[in-house]
């Protein structure tokens, strides 16, 4: 069975300090930025410490996951100024079944400050605009006490431990799932 892919928000969806948009050709510094964070590279496309061109193609990367029908890839930004400050995306490879996967992740920079947790507010608060979506699931790591912080806070439910689920930097990882139902 498939089911078609919601087309981009005609309205960017934002909650508190932040907006979630498309990624744009000025985001080349949130890609170095994140880059430099030994973990964002383990987890996804961007290589460790991107040259601007490696930055510039993971931004553009980003702008094409719904053409391609993995789902969503938002730009944070910081409702104030606009300038991203973030990534977030709501991956919708099991939409069929009525559920999508989230990831986020914050400028080292930026960290601490609610961006996270304001974006995954969001970015669901959007996600229960599309009809067929029942159930969004996050994975975290156990030791990743921000991301837990960030899931519980945005509402999300921690439903168990999943042994070995995931190879990240070469080493397969338990995962913490925690999740949210349509209310």
Known sequence: MTVPLPPWPSTPPARGPVVLREFTDEDVHLAVESGADPYVPLIGTLPAFPTDEEAL???????????????????????????????????LRDLPAGRA?????????????????????????????????????????????????????????????????????GTRRDMLLHATIRP
């Open 57 to 91: 193609a993971w931004v553009h990367r980003q702008r094409g996951r719904l053409a391609e029908g993995a789902g969503f890839s938002f730009a944070v930004a910081d409702a104030a100024s606009g300038r991203a400050v973030g990534a977030i995306g709501l991956w």
């Open 101 to 169: 996967t989230a990831g986020y992740s914050v400028s080292p920079a930026h960290r601490g400050r609610g961006f996270a947790s304001n974006a995954l507010r969001a970015l669901t608060a959007f996600a229960w605009t599309i009809p067929d979506l029942h159930r969004i699931e996050l994975y975290v790591e156990p030791w990743n006490t921000g991301s837990i912080r960030v899931a519980e806070a945005a509402g999300y439910q921690r439903e168990g431990l999943l042994r070995s689920h995931q190879e990240i930097g």
